[in-house]
């Protein structure tokens, strides 16, 4: 069965989240998206779209590469990017790769559904990327900043590995090169390439007084092994970025290429990638790749902080207090669940394992959470886990748990003093447009 949380197409393949928005009373995500097959290749934007962020609407592709004959420049694919409101509309810029060549490109959405997208006459935006050192350069974050918007590239440059380059620009098609906006020396952030970038004002603004946020995903060098997101918090300055502080954005291992907008209330809401084509399950079934449940951010003390979007309680339907050490069986097995644990145990409880009535398990290591602030919230859907505490989250996945029947609970004498309980959670509705999926010219 496919995951009922995280949102997942019902065919083909799903990577990073993009162009992200709230428009019209509804959530949209888009997403890097083959509809033909399981693999990554033929790269074109999916489309879903909520009014809640639990209940999710399948759309037609809303972004095809090419044809060739009326734009060359994507007829390979259309790779990751951004969206924001301009002139009463919504506009995306996106990476358009034809052969080995990558450039930002500029797309108007054709109606307020954002169904489809016209491409601008004037892409891609740039001939070539702006400097000789710039070895890789794609995907997009842009903003509004003092009259201008204000754009960020990420990529590598040679000898220098990962980084992210800034651009302006008075009207989303001329842009100017204003250099090197951060890179892996400055933050000490690892990797030969970054991706992904993801950037926003801190206050919620337009981002005027130079405090913010950029999240990266990070290749790592031949042989380098690490967390696959990472953060960074500061101040612009003359066009670059002063770190203040830097960490991971998500402790597991699935985690991959997240964005995040602004919803109408003032809550910036993330979204990223789970990769379960890493999973032990392998690729079986007509559908590769899931969502990460939505998650909201904000910045305290000058770190980034996590936790899952506040929708999510709505799903709670019914509590079961559980043992916080040992196995704990639950009434029948559950493909969905939220364990969460409170005081002594979310500090006691080393590891969770879930086992399904098959005997099929995984185990969660619960390390990078001691000492946190406030309760420990595990999600399992399907065989993927999610945990938060005290602003801090992870991703794992095992999709051969495709239900759980018993949590095994690994906590010292210091847990026993706790309290855990399950919450069985309502399964959200999924809804398919009219023609979702693959879409011929």
């Not at 079986?284 to 902080?305: I, K, Y």
Request: aromatic share 8%; hydrophobic share 40%.
């Amino acid at each position: 069965m496919p995951a009922r949380l995280h949102f997942a197409p019902s065919k083909g393949w799903m990577n990073d989240p993009n162009g992200l928005v709230h428009w019209q009373g509804r959530h949209h995500l888009f997403y890097q998206y083959n509809p033909d097959g399981t693999e990554f290749t033929n790269q074109h934007w999916g489309h879903a779209s909520s009014p809640d962020l639990l209940t999710w609407t399948e759309h037609e592709v809303a972004l095809f590469p090419g044809p060739e004959r009326t734009s060359p420049y994507d007829a390979t694919a259309c790779f990751s990017g951004c969206a924001v409101e301009h002139d009463g509309g919504v506009s995306i810029l996106y990476t358009g790769v034809l052969g080995d060549a990558q450039l930002p490109c500029l797309a108007r959405a054709a109606d307020d559904g954002l169904s489809g997208f016209v491409k601008d006459p004037a892409n891609p935006l740039l001939p070539a990327p702006p400097a000789a050192d710039i070895t890789e350069f794609r995907d997009h974050s842009v903003w509004r900043e003092g009259g201008l918007w204000r754009q960020l590239v990420a990529g590598a440059r040679r000898e220098h590995g990962g980084s992210v380059f800034a651009l302006s620009s008075a009207d989303l098609r001329a842009w100017e090169y204003d250099g090197v906006f951060m890179d892996r020396a400055r933050s000490k952030v690892p990797g030969a390439v970054w991706e992904c970038p993801d950037y926003f004002a801190v206050d919620g603004t337009d981002g005027t007084d130079g405090t913010g946020a950029l999240l990266i995903s990070v290749i790592h060098e031949d042989g380098e092994e690490g967390h696959a997101v990472w953060w960074m918090t500061g101040t612009t300055s003359g066009g670059g970025f002063e770190v203040r502080e830097a960490g991971v954005a998500d402790v597991g291992d699935r985690f991959y290429a997240p964005q995040s907008y602004w919803a109408p209330d003032g809550r910036r809401i993330q979204f990223g990638w789970l990769r379960t084509h890493e999973d032990p399950a392998g690729l079986d079934g007509p559908a590769v790749g899931v969502m990460s449940l939505p998650r909201e951010l904000s910045v305290r003390h000058g770190r980034l902080h996590c936790e899952p979007a506040a929708e999510l309680t709505r799903l709670r339907l019914a509590a079961t207090p559980v043992p916080a050490t040992g196995p704990a069986a639950l009434d029948g097995a559950r493909t969905t669940g939220e364990l969460v644990l409170h005081a002594a145990a979310a500090d006691g409880v080393r590891a969770v394992g879930l086992r399904s009535s098959a005997g099929a398990e995984m185990t969660v290591d619960l390390a990078a959470f001691a000492g946190l602030d406030g309760p420990l919230r595990l999600f399992w859907d399907e065989g993927i886990v999610e945990v938060f505490r005290g602003g801090v989250a992870g991703s794992w996945s095992d999709l051969r748990v495709t239900e759980v029947a018993e949590l095994l609970l690994d906590g010292g004498p210091e847990a026993a003093g706790g309290r855990a309980e399950v919450w069985e959670l309502a399964l959200p509705e999924r809804l398919t447009g009219p023609a979702a999926g693959h879409r011929t010219d």
